[in-house]
């Protein structure tokens, strides 16, 4: 399957033979390209600072002129101040990549190894110089809104402006101004009157409305679920039966939520929004569009001295820059772009790709609905790529995602890079489907900040590795976001996405069921070996509920959860901040600190067999509903916890819990079947917390060597969770651990008394 491509080969045929007559002029001469672009480029442009290009496509095509004429040595495109505006996406193929594979001669143990030379394609910002890769195309002619429309609020009277959708223009789903993305006009929020299917609404009177202009208006659900929301397009309204239609199916059926659902955004009643109605636009940054009399209406947030809306950009794609190799997606082979490298960039300005088509949603869906395969979604997409690398970019006030490594994707580095304001992820590896053909593999995700992602689709996570396994994913830091801040999963939504034609007849009809089961399924579950560690998470789970720090789903084996440091999560319906879910083994969770986290259940939920050692749960918020540390649902027979410390909450609660699904009478975890020892725990106040567990466990052998104590840590407010002499874990052989080596590396920063890190 190959998506509609918009394949963006601008030729500036004059600029292509200047290139080519002066190579003709030097013979014999090989020629590392340096090629300039400026926004006020010259009009006879030869890509020399003194006259640089004026748009990326024409640098872009100089260089392919450079390959045509038989220069193979690396190329940069540098790219001055200011916004380099794309009108569409632009395409790099196979021709742009490196004409040779990397010189690696075999693949790491985990992520990409040392670069083998340098890129063959680079775009690089100026040195000293910020420029912007942008979408946005300017929206100009402002005029203050004298006659109000019917239905517009009453505080928005003369402070509203109109202009015209830009020409080049049918349709879009954000808008920006200077500051950032502005908001759509929202309703408060309602909880429908009853319950429908995936495409009914039942809404109260006055609610909703049949307007002229429908197939504008959007509704955001939560659709009977805790962990996804759902953006769908109206198709009809019957105001006066109180029934709405949606276009598009909801992920599930749209009604009513339980209790302890709501209450999650001070709104008790409230699943249900409406947006891009003019009865809603109620505040500055708001604003509406209406693609029947072309027109974009607006109460500006940071106005000119007379009023009126500056800098406004509406998008022109929801995907700026694809670099795209030859997908035989049925096939067993492709051939990916080699080679190219970003760095220094920042991206900004795309559309959020809309839920318009139920064939192009349908089946398509990774695990549940919270991110759709193979589909335009971000900023930089690589579709099809090898030894590419982003370095010191930024992916900023956008509607989707920042970047995308889609399909076959290896040996490539995101390293060095901030992802904030983003409508969706911030950043996705995405390999086939359920099957044999295993391709996306080997990368590196280092040192990068991801804050503030998932402002639109809740979602949607900070770092989803899917289908994607050995690669190393080190020194992030994830902050702010609406649901889990890391998934990592081989859990099917869609069942167009299973490679049907490869499995071998007795998996094809095999569903989730036990560890025997999944040893059976592991050859086809990709996200394997993947190893997370020395990350900094925090304010996860701030939108929806149900999500996690750190998530692990359904994936094959050999992923490694190790020095990360969790912390400050304080939503009420975070279940854990380490989470192993649903048929989930052979995860070794290590050397974490879960420090100051709330939520209800867990510090660590295990499903299935995983190793749990050497972890610290401290400062637990609240008294965990479950255990510190949950086994749930199925046998977690042969798992070691060893070597943990637990810090109970003053109020106490389990250290272990054995939780069985609602109605589950048999089949459930035993704590007696893990190999559990060498444990420390304390409460502040009762030195008899463990005595019940410890006669329990002592009977049957376990628990043997664990003790009650105080572990002394040197100072949990500053990150030092090292001993002071006399500490009770030393005798254990706990292995100390440190906050400051966790997150990104060389920031500036403080630690609060919350044990916050923030920048200076």
């Not at 239905?151 to 402006?161: I, M, Q």
């Not at 772009?337 to 139920?358: C, K, M, P, Q, Y």
């Not at 376990?702 to 949990?716: A, I, T, W, Y």
Request: glycine share 10%; hydrophobic share 35%.
């Amino acid at each position: 399957m190959k998506l509609e491509s918009f394949l963006f080969r601008p030729q500036s045929l004059i600029a292509q033979w200047l290139v080519i007559l002066t190579i003709i002029a030097t013979p014999g001469k090989g020629f590392a390209a340096d090629v300039y672009v400026a926004i006020d480029g010259s009009v006879q442009a030869d890509g020399s600072v003194a006259r640089p290009y004026r748009s990326l496509a024409d640098a872009v095509a100089a260089v392919r002129a450079l390959r045509q004429a038989g220069d193979t040595e690396p190329a940069t495109i540098y790219l001055r101040s200011g916004r380099h505006q794309l009108k569409r996406t632009l395409v790099l193929d196979v021709a742009d990549g490196s004409p040779t594979a990397s010189g690696a001669t075999a693949l790491e143990k985990y992520g990409a190894g040392s670069p083998s030379g340098p890129a063959h394609l680079t775009f690089a910002a100026f040195p000293g110089e910020t420029p912007v890769v942008s979408g946005g195309v300017p929206v100009v002619g402002w005029k203050r809104l004298t006659s109000p429309p019917a239905g517009l609020p009453e505080d928005a009277v003369g402070k509203v402006w109109v202009a015209d959708i830009p020409k080049s223009l049918d349709r879009f789903y954000t808008l920006y101004d200077a500051e950032g993305r502005l908001n759509r006009a929202r309703g408060d929020g309602f909880l429908p009157t009853k319950n429908g299917d995936n495409r009914t609404l039942h809404f109260p009177k006055g609610i909703l409305k049949n307007w002229a202009n429908l197939n504008d208006v959007e509704i955001q659900v939560r659709p009977g679920v805790a962990y996804e929301i759902n953006m769908l397009p109206l198709s009809s309204v019957d105001e006066a039966a109180g029934v709405a239609k949606t276009h598009v199916s909801a992920a599930g059926r749209i009604g009513n939520l339980p209790s302890y659902l709501l209450n999650l955004m001070g709104d008790s009643a409230a699943s249900v929004w409406v947006e891009n109605v003019l009865e809603e636009l109620d505040e500055p940054g708001e604003w509406v569009v209406n693609t029947q009399s072309r027109k974009i209406y607006l109460w500006p947030s940071d106005p000119a001295t007379d009023g009126s809306p500056h800098g406004i950009l509406a998008p022109t794609t929801s995907e700026l820059i694809r670099v795209e190799g030859d997908i035989d997606f049925d096939g067993p082979t492709d051939t990916p772009v080699r080679g190219i490298a970003f760095s220094g960039l920042t991206f900004s300005h795309a559309d959020r790709w809309a839920w318009t088509s139920e064939d192009d949603l349908a089946g398509w869906e990774l695990q549940h609905a919270w991110d759709i395969f193979d589909r335009p979604t971000a900023l930089l997409r690589f579709r099809g790529a090898e030894d590419c690398q982003v370095t010191n970019c930024r992916f900023v006030n956008s509607g989707g995602t920042g970047v995308r490594l889609d399909l076959h994707a290896q040996r490539n580095r995101i390293s060095d890079s901030e992802f904030a304001h983003l409508g969706e992820a911030g950043i996705l590896l995405v390999g086939y489907g359920l099957g044999t053909k295993d391709v996306n593999h080997h990368n590196d995700i280092v040192n990068n900040h991801l804050h503030h992602f998932s402002e639109i689709t809740w979602q949607s996570p900070g770092l989803w590795a899917w289908q994607s396994g050995h690669n190393r994913i080190v020194n992030n830091e994830l902050h702010h976001s609406g649901y889990c801040a890391v998934v990592i999963s081989t859990r099917q939504g869609g069942s167009k996405t299973i490679r049907h034609q490869e499995l071998a007849h007795p998996d094809e009809g095999r569903r989730r069921g036990g560890y025997d089961n999944w040893k059976l399924r592991e050859k086809y579950l990709h996200s394997r070996h993947n190893l997370f560690e020395f990350n900094e998470i925090s304010h996860a789970v701030q939108l929806l509920s149900d999500g996690n720090g750190i998530y692990v789903s359904g994936t094959g084996t050999g992923n490694i959860i190790r020095y990360n440091y969790v912390h400050n999560n304080q939503a009420h319906s975070l279940p854990a901040a380490i989470r192993c879910d649903d048929d989930q083994h052979e995860t070794l969770i290590y050397g974490n600190i879960l420090y100051r986290n709330g939520g209800h259940a867990a510090g660590i939920a295990s499903k299935g067999t995983n190793d749990i050692i050497n972890n610290f749960i401290v400062d637990q918020t609240v008294v965990p509903r479950n255990g510190y540390i949950s086994f749930e649902w199925v046998p977690v027979t042969g798992s070691k916890v060893e070597r943990n410390i637990v810090i109970s909450h003053p109020d106490g609660g389990l250290a272990h819990s054995e939780r069985m699904r609602s109605g589950q009478t048999s089949g459930g975890p035993k704590i007696a079947s893990t190999e559990m020892n060498a444990n420390l725990y304390y409460h502040p106040t009762n030195p008899h917390w463990m005595d019940e567990h410890f006669a329990k466990m002592r009977a049957i052998d376990k628990e043997r060597s664990s003790l009650v104590g105080d572990p002394l840590f040197n100072d949990p407010s500053t990150g030092d969770f090292s001993f002071r002499p006399g500490s009770p874990a030393l005798t254990l052989g706990i292995e100390p651990l440190d906050a400051s080596k966790m997150g990104r590396l060389n920031k500036p920063s403080h630690v609060n008394d919350a044990g916050s890190v923030h920048e200076n």
